[in-house]
């Protein structure tokens, strides 16, 4: 028996038996020895078509029995070899260990549970005879491949995308990179391990990239194939792969591959190349943010998120169900009834929650609401990357830096936690970028008609994914264009007029699509006025300069004052970027766009400040400029201290300009040591502010007289479910009730109260949640206090009253804090004990 970890003699040597297979092994025990008899009982079947062949195992550093149970098989056949490692290294590294030590005309990979059957070789080998050399790769995505076991839908999804990032980054126009029942040429085999550099899951894709690049077929064969108990392969697993293909292409990257450049623009494909290296470090980025999230689904919470994952679920989740069920997609009752919710009125983000219906429907609002988190945000960095590569700079190092800063700044991560609305702004950098081409039109005559529309369109569907961000976007564009206008007098007379014409065209596009919506927003049923916030939303200076709590350096303690909540974390970027950002200004002081970008962070920065300026350790109070903005339509709604927000792109757009200039082999009087100071402040400016993962907590579970559709015995048509208390923007934990149900039956129970914005009073102000009314007081202070007050026959009247005025038809206390007051209360009002059905006492109050 060998046990050695190389093969003697070349990677490309002259192969001694007919046929390897190579089977790598970790911690398999209990399942590598029927899978090892089922192969040299096929193998042995039929001597003629197999000829001489061996059986490796590597064992990767296993830590229960798998050696002792590869070595009982290789005592009773000859031909079985066990090849062990010095730790567990990863299946990349085993496989290598395997090829290179095999001696097969033909090398078959596969996996230890065997989940593609060894009969299936037969079909491997017949494609590979007939192309002669190459691969043969079995594939479960083919449409004649036969799946006998399907993964849980979460895990098969999830193992799509990753494959489809896969094809996207690596290796275009083969469905199924993953499969492990996979078989090559010997002496390609060898090749190809021997010049391999992965150890994980990904070097299945490093495999076929080489054999790509060497112009050998790869033909995939469709397979049998069943889910194995037990796999060591994960869906965050492809995750895995990305990540170390990313340090492939970085590898690669500098190399000249003379075969795949030939006869083509090498500058435009080495761009192509560097946007999906940036767009998937992105995407990983944002993965790793939300890995607890991705781990969890089903089960996990965003910890600082507040009641707000609650409400965006539910979101997702009516809106998939209106739209399933051609209901109006602006307006429910399922929450606040029966006066309902303006859904137009609030942040639901109908440009994503629609065309997400299908997803909400299939896999839950808890994979919806990941999706558009992680999505969403890479897609904005990719958006601010592409417009910084088009508008701003020549080196796409550079604009990856910038775009990076504009995405993951501080204020972002805070609203990461909670407001995806705030989050994905894919569609800003489309924006800016149209009314750029429209100012362009100035000088080169064409395209005001064309960018006008695109404008329109892209004002438009940004409307329907959050109404504040565009504000705050527009202001964003109207400072630097004063700014820029007052440097280049003369460039922004020639834009004036094409830009008015554009915004012609972008409001004939935008009026005619938004008309109804707006009217519904704003004087349909629910509506409201405005959402006052008071006079102490505004940033304090200090927290400019300090780090948020979630970010790499960030302390809690000293973040959490300086903010209205963790998801409010508007500015913070840190003394030592302020301090860089200075220091670039002063650099770059000649350029016009420098200048403008200066004065767009500075203003932002001190609108940001509210309407009153408390200075710092004293009791001095000044004047704001945001008391010009306060109490004017629209702005009387933002909350101001999110006007820092616009300074996140603007310091993106300034790094990567002074990127741009260190990077600049043509920026003579820079040596090498000032190149390298440059960064080297850079890096010690970013690293305080690098976000960490996004922290995560168990969810409650649904109680299962929710769970298991007990309560529709007890509700009559068109009554309610009234949980006490009342879910509210502190508490909204009914709402996941409701939202998770949508995969199966759909929303089929209303309850009252809830988290969302509605009118208040005659003059129908804004507020978080439900008009109160005296019974849902009641239910709250007495589960914040813990207290029963004496009940009163006017008290059990008021109650009567609001539950009528709610339909009620059955109230239900799920076990929480304080649960015993309010069961005390409820007996009290109801002069009758409660009835324990399912996990939840209930009081059942049939119609009339």
Known sequence: MNTGGERAGTATGTASVDLTVVVPAYNEERRLRPTLDAICAYLRADPERWGDWELLVVDDGSTDGTARIAEEAAAAEPR???????????????????????????????????????????????????????????????????IEVRQRRVREWLGRLGNGLIRLVAVDGISDTQCGFKLFDGDQARAAFADS????????????????????????????????????????????????????????????????????????????????????????????????LWAGLGHAYLADSGADQDQWEWFFAVTADNVHQLRNPLFTTFQNFPDGVNLMANTVMLGLSVPLTPVTLAFGPDVTWALVLTLGLAATAVAWYRLFVRRLVSDRRAAALGAALAAFAPPMMSHANAHPNFLVLFMIPLIIDRALALCDAGRTGRGVARDGTLLGLAMTYQIFLGEEPLLLAVMGMLLFAAAYAGVRRAEARAALWPLVRGLGYAAQVCLPLL???????????????????????????????????????????????????????????????????????????????????????VAAALLSLGPKIRIPYTDVVLPG??????????????????????????????????????????????????????????????????PTPMPVRERPQIPAFIADGTYRSYLSKGQSVVPVPLPAPGSAEVLHWQSAA????????????????????????????????????????????????????????????????????????????????????LEKLFERPGTWVDGVWIWDLPSG
């Not at 913070?572 to 302020?578: A, D, E, I, M, Q």
């Open 80 to 146: 079985v070899r066990l090849l062990t490692s010095d730790g567990n290294h990863g299946k990349g590294h085993a496989l290598r260990q395997g090829v290179l030590a095999s001696y097969g005309r033909r090398v078959l990979l596969t996996d230890a549970d065997l989940a593609t059957p060894i009969e299936e070789l037969a079909l491997l080998d017949a494609r590979l005879t007939a192309d002669g050399t190459g691969a043969a790769i079995g594939s479960r995505a083919h449409p004649d491949a036969r």
């Open 742 to 825: 949508v995969v199966g039956t759909g929303l089929d129970f209303s309850v009252p109260g809830g988290y969302f914005n509605g009118p208040w009073g005659p003059d129908r102000m804004g507020i978080y949640g439900a008009a109160p009314r005296y019974t849902s007081n009641l239910f709250k202070d007495v589960r914040d206090s813990g207290q029963v007050p004496a009940v009163t026959a006017d008290w059990r009247a008021q109650a009567r009253f609001d539950l009528d005025y709610w339909k009620a038809g059955v109230v239900v206390l799920a076990p929480q804090p304080n649960d015993a007051a309010l069961y005390e209360l």
């Open 515 to 601: 008309a109804f919506p707006l009217y519904w927003q704003f004087f349909g049923p629910q509506s409201y006025h405005s959402v006052l916030h008071g006079d102490s939303a505004g940033n304090s200076p200090l927290s400019f300069l300090h780090f948020s709590g979630r970010a790499l350096l960030g302390d809690e303690a000293t973040a959490d004052p300086l903010a209205l909540n963790r998801t409010e974390q508007n500015a913070f970027y840190g003394w030592p970027l302020t301090a860089l950002a200075f220091a670039m200004v002063v650099w770059l002081w000649r350029s016009a766009v420098v200048r403008a970008l200066a004065f767009t962070a």
């Open 625 to 690: 400029p945001w008391r010009l903005l306060a109490h004017q339509p629209l702005f009387e709604s933002v909350i101001e201290s999110r006007v820092a927000m616009i300074c996140a792109p603007a310091l993106g757009a300034l790094l990567a300009l002074t990127a741009d200039r260190l990077l600049d082999r043509e920026t003579v009087t820079l040596r090498r040591t000032h190149r390298l100071v440059g960064f080297a402040a850079i890096a010690l400016a970013l690293l305080p502010i690098v």
């Open 197 to 292: 550099r992965l150890d994980g899951w990904g070097i299945d894709v490093e495999i076929l990239r080489y054999f790509r690049r060497s112009r050998w077929p790869v033909t995939e064969v469709p397979v049998r194939w069943a889910h194995q108990a037990g796999s060591k392969v994960r869906p965050l697993d492809y995750l895995g792969v990305l990540s170390e293909l990313i340090r492939l292409r970085a590898r690669r990257f500098s190399l000249v591959d003379r075969d795949r450049e030939q006869g083509r623009d090498r500058g435009r494909s080495r761009g192509r190349r560097a946007d999906l290296v940036v767009a998937a470090l992105f995407l990983l980025a944002s993965v790793v943010l939300y890995k607890g």
